[in-house]
């Protein structure tokens, strides 16, 4: 019985602590997608052809001591082009378009270096990404290039936050370490996933 008690007294003190609910949005420093350059022998080329935003919303639960744990879920989209030459006595080339929704998920915990309604801050922590909707004009059944549709990273960063009453605005650079690739050319490595991934993000919260 005691244990029960504790329990719901620790959710109650979780839960009675300040929500911050917002939008994130934010601009990707680096491809998410990258190809190596040229023509290989074998007439195969890889175009990437990646959205240059991200958005998605955010919760954030504040705690004492200028220490919070943030939640996102962030959307961006992710595409590439691949073309083949084709050999006699095939003629022309051909080329397939690939496309896919790229969901994040970062659980960070974040410390406001100095109090006051300007607070520089850093944060670190896990990140979750899942690649849904994978769509292309091959004629395959399957997606070679498709190599895991969910991989996990470490992900770190630092900004400024601007407190006006409730509301919050929190420019940000964040990065991010894939420990696994999504998307990688099987045959002759022309395409990969950015491994490092660099994003600046802009938080605005109530």
Not at 24 to 47: H, M, R
Not at 177 to 205: K, R
Request: net charge neutral; proline share 6%.
């Amino acid at each position: 019985m005691r244990i029960f008690v504790l329990l719901g007294l620790t959710s109650y003190c979780v839960f009675a602590q300040p929500v911050s609910i917002g939008v994130k949005g934010g601009l990707p420093i680096n491809d998410a997608l990258e190809t190596a350059q040229g023509l290989n022998p074998f007439g195969s080329v890889y175009l990437v052809n990646n959205h240059r935003y991200l958005v998605g919303g955010t919760i954030q639960f504040n705690f004492p001591g200028r220490f919070s744990i943030e939640v996102d879920g962030l959307y961006r989209r992710v595409g590439f082009q691949h073309s083949v030459t084709n050999t006699p006595p095939a003629i022309g080339t051909t080329v397939t378009s690939t496309t896919a929704n790229s969901w994040e998920f970062p659980v960070l915990g974040k410390f406001a270096i100095l109090p006051g309604h300007v607070r520089p801050f850093v944060d670190a922590g896990a990140n979750f990404r899942r690649i849904s909707n994978v769509t292309t004009t091959s004629i395959l059944t399957t997606i070679p290039e498709l190599d895991k549709d969910f991989a996990a990273g470490f992900t770190f960063g630092g900004g400024i936050e601007f407190k006006f009453e409730r509301l919050r605005v929190s420019p940000e650079i964040r990065f991010t370490h894939w420990g696994t690739e999504n998307f990688h050319d099987p045959v002759n490595s022309l395409l990969h996933t950015n491994q490092n991934q660099g994003d600046f993000m802009l938080g605005i919260t109530f």
